[in-house]
């Protein structure tokens, strides 16, 4: 791996938040909070704590990588400003990675092979994208993600030869963010995303815009 410097990688699909300070593809600290059923906001404290304990400091973050979703539209959107803000802070790049392969990427006890890795969608579907594992950990995408019917995700698994993984899946992992460490060389490859423009993908409209677009009769923003 190239020396790449000291990395911010934040990711919030799901009801948990996780951070992780990476520096030249080798994990100086992580750390997982709760992102529902808070009183206050924990993943900006999270990223302190985590820069805190890898003995560097904000100013020192090199480039930042930030989930992209699909999963929790007000976390990806709390994980999303907290990027935003530290890389225009510190005038460094952005970078969006698939919380998808975060799964995979992140399930350190995982042997090499072909994964599918799954998110709840709610409302009984999932999102779901194929994955391969090389034995050295690093992750590549062999399909776009999907948005399935629950019960449709081992057919899915069988048709790909893959094994699901997840947080509500039998071979139980959720996206974290030190999983950036073994994909860094191809994140970064992949380019840097708009920081004005980027957004995360959150796989579907959030509740309260289809409620408002039920009750007026037309698509937020026509």
């Known amino acids: ?68 979703g699909p999963g929790s539209f007000t976390s990806l959107r709390i994980a999303a400003a907290i990027a935003k803000g530290i890389a225009v802070g510190n005038a460094v790049p952005l970078f969006a990675v698939s919380s998808l392969a975060l799964i995979v990427s992140g399930a350190r006890d995982a042997p090499s092979g072909i994964y599918l890795a799954v998110l709840d969608a709610m409302r009984e579907e999932r999102f779901v994208a194929p994955f391969r594992k090389g034995a050295d950990g690093s992750v590549v995408s062999l399909g776009e993600p999907a948005r399935l019917p629950k019960a449709s995700v081992a057919s899915e698994a069988l048709r790909t030869g893959a094994t699901p993984i997840g947080p509500l899946e039998a071979l139980r992992h959720s996206p974290r963010a030190f999983g950036v460490a073994p994909m860094l060389d191809a994140i970064i490859s992949a380019g840097a995303v708009s920081v004005d423009a980027w957004e995360p993908s959150y796989g579907r409209l959030a509740e309260a815009q289809i409620k408002w677009e039920a009750a007026h009769g037309r698509a937020l923003g026509a």
């Open 1 to 68: 791996m190239r020396t790449i410097g000291v990395t911010l990688a934040i990711d919030a699909a799901t009801y948990e938040g996780s951070v992780a300070i990476v520096r030249d593809g080798a994990v100086l600290a992580d750390g997982v909070v709760a992102m529902r059923g808070e009183t206050e906001e924990r993943l900006m404290p999270a990223v302190l704590a985590a820069i805190a304990s890898a003995g560097v400091s904000v100013r020192d973050v090199e480039q930042v990588v930030c989930g992209s």
